[in-house]
């Protein structure tokens, strides 16, 4: 094997190293986060839906605990995500406590290439 031949598969390897290492999958899927909270959530305020916007889902507002207490936080746009469904936060009684789910997208079952 020839100097230069060795320069360039030493080089083409390393190439591939650092591209492997910096590689980062798309975020098909998220992990699931919740956490539990002694007291139950206030009611949801009232929020006017705006009308729809072309390729975005309105993400309605909820209560985030935060610091020890709850904290209102205000509906906004997503970009819409082709082939997954929005699912808001929620609250779920969870023994004498609430647990928190956050919000995420999942996959559309019956998604099939649509645009």
């Known amino acids: 094997?020839?100097?230069l031949t060795r320069k360039l598969a030493l080089l083409a390897g390393l190439g591939l190293?650092?591209?492997a290492t910096a590689y980062v999958p798309p975020a098909a899927a998220q992990g699931y986060v919740?956490?539990?909270?002694g007291t139950?959530?206030?009611?949801?305020?009232?929020?006017?839906?705006?009308?729809?916007r072309s390729g975005y889902v309105w993400a309605p507002g909820y209560w985030n605990w935060a610091g020890g207490r709850y904290i209102w936080i205000g509906g906004r746009w997503y970009g819409s995500r082709p082939g997954y469904i929005y699912r808001p936060p929620v609250y779920r009684p969870y023994g004498h406590a609430w647990r928190y789910e956050r919000e995420r997208w999942d996959r559309d079952p019956q998604w099939r290439g649509r645009r």
């Open 40 to 52: 139950r959530p206030p009611p949801p305020r009232y929020e006017r839906r705006p009308p729809p």
């Open 17 to 19: 190293a650092v591209g």
């Open 1 to 3: 094997m020839t100097t």
């Open 34 to 37: 919740s956490v539990t909270v």
